[in-house]
């Protein structure tokens, strides 16, 4: 499957951004799907996990962000409220179906400006 991201871009704290990852190639109710991040010189976090029954969310993005998807559209959303310029990252989503996430998307960089 083909993942890619897209509405990325630069945000004042308090602000809100949405991010897209379109899936081509498979329906993405076939996979598991996760929102990642990384920030410079950090390793990369898991942000939003759907399991397939629910969603995890990391502690720092409880009550702010959230995840949803479009079957139809083949497309997962992050819904990114009250931001943060601790937030500021190169954001992925990514899918597995067994185990280890096996395909990611390329990244889109949220910023976040006090």
């Known amino acids: 499957v083909h993942l890619e991201e897209s509405g990325g871009g630069l945000a004042q704290a308090g602000g809100s951004l949405r991010l897209s990852c379109t899936a081509s190639?498979?329906?993405?109710?076939?996979?598991?799907m996760g929102w990642f991040r990384q920030a410079p010189g950090k390793e990369r976090e898991s942000v939003a996990i759907w399991s397939g029954i629910s969603t995890t969310y990391a502690d720092s993005v409880k009550g702010r962000f959230t995840m949803s998807r479009d079957s139809d559209k083949s497309t997962v959303y992050l819904q990114m409220n009250n931001l943060r310029p601790e937030d500021t990252a190169v954001y992925y989503c990514?899918?597995?179906?067994?185990?280890?996430?096996?395909?990611w998307g390329q990244g889109t960089q949220v910023t976040v400006s006090t």
């Open positions: 190639g498979r329906p993405i109710n076939t996979y598991a």
């Open positions: 990514a899918a597995r179906q067994f185990g280890t996430y096996e395909f």
